[in-house]
C-alpha cells in the first residue's frame, strides 16, 4: 500500500480541525490605519471604493467597484525594493511564491509594550526565546506579538503620536541587523504600522528595519492581528500580496496554519 500524501493529510486536517486556519489580516476599508510621514513627504493613500455598479442600470446582475490604495496600506507585504538599500533587489511581482509559505516563530511582548508602548526588541530577547523554544525557523517568518492591533480600530491609537512623533514598538537598530543580517528568517512581521519602531526615525541608522531587512533581501509584514492565537513555534503562514509588477509592496491576505490537538 502506498504511504498517504502529504497534501491529502493536510486537506483532511482541515476538514477535520486537527489543522486551524487562523487570519491574521486586518480588513481593508477607509478606516484602516495609515502611515503618516512628515509633511515635506509624499503620503500614502486611504483606501477608498468606488462603485462600478450593484444590480442597477449600469449593470443590472452584478456588483463591482474599483478600489484606490497606497501599495503599504492595511496588512501588507514590503519587498526590498521599498528601500533604497534594496532598490536594486526584488519587487513584489518577483518574490519567489516558495517563499510566500514559510514556518513561523512568534516573540510575545505583549507585557513589555503594556508598560512602554517604546519598547524595543533586543538581541538578547531574541536569544532568550531561542534558549527556550530552540532556533528561529531557517526560511521562515519572525512575528512580533505586543498586542498593538487592539488599537487598529483608531488612526489616532494606532499611530500613538505627540509632538515627538510616533510611539509604538519594535527592534533595536542592533536587532535589526541581526535579524537581517545573521539570523536564519526571510523576514520580519508586526502587528504596527510599519515593521519599524515610531521612534525609529532618531535610530542609527534611520528605520533600521527597513534598511537592514530590504537590504538583505528579506521581507517585512505589517499590521497583523490574531498573533495570540498562534503557539511560539509550529505554524506556518502564508502570505498572498498582490504581485504589482515593478511594485514595492502590496497589501496581502496573510493566514497561519495552526496544528491543534
Known amino acids: 500500500m502506498s504511504e498517504p500524501s502529504v497534501l491529502a493529510a493536510l486537506v483532511s486536517g482541515l476538514r477535520g480541525g486537527s489543522i486551524e486556519v487562523v487570519d491574521l489580516t486586518s480588513p481593508l ?3 484602516t490605519p495609515v502611515i503618516q510621514l512628515p509633511p ?3 503620503q500614502t493613500a486611504v483606501f477608498e471604493l468606488e462603485e462600478i455598479s450593484r444590480y442597477d442600470d449600469r449593470g443590472p446582475a452584478w456588483y ?9 496600506t492595511g496588512t501588507h507585504f514590503d519587498a526590498p525594493n521599498h528601500w533604497v538599500t534594496g532598490k536594486d533587489l526584488t519587487d513584489v511581482a518577483s518574490v519567489p511564491a516558495g517563499r510566500l509559505i514559510a514556518p513561523a516563530a512568534v516573540l510575545d511582548f505583549t507585557a513589555e509594550v503594556a508598560k512602554n508602548p517604546d519598547f524595543v ?5 531574541v536569544k532568550a526565546w531561542e534558549a527556550e523554544n530552540g532556533p528561529l525557523p531557517e526560511g521562515g517568518w519572525l512575528l512580533l506579538r505586543t498586542g498593538w492591533s487592539a488599537r487598529s480600530h483608531s488612526q489616532e491609537a494606532f499611530l500613538n503620536a505627540d509632538e515627538n512623533g510616533p510611539h509604538t514598538p519594535g527592534l533595536s537598530a542592533e536587532c535589526a541587523r541581526w535579524v537581517a543580517e545573521e539570523s536564519p528568517v526571510i523576514g520580519l512581521g508586526v502587528e504596527t ?3 519599524d519602531a515610531g521612534g525609529a526615525h532618531s535610530f542609527d541608522p534611520a528605520y533600521p528595519c527597513h534598511s ?13 492581528q490574531n498573533l495570540a492565537a498562534l503557539p511560539p513555534t509550529g505554524s506556518v ?10 511594485g514595492s509592496g502590496a ?8 496544528e491543534r490537538s
Do not use: C
Open 251 to 258: 497589501p496581502a491576505r496573510v493566514l497561519a496554519l495552526v
Open 29 to 31: 476599508s477607509s478606516s
Open 40 to 42: 515635506q513627504f509624499g
Open 237 to 246: 503562514v502564508i502570505a498572498g500580496p498582490l504581485p504589482i509588477v515593478t
Open 212 to 224: 537592514y531587512l530590504m537590504g538583505s533581501d528579506k521581507y517585512g509584514l505589517t499590521q497583523l
Open 193 to 195: 504600522v510599519g515593521t
Open 121 to 125: 526588541v533586543e538581541i538578547d530577547h
Open 64 to 72: 463591482w467597484n474599483n478600489f484606490r490604495s497606497g501599495e503599504h
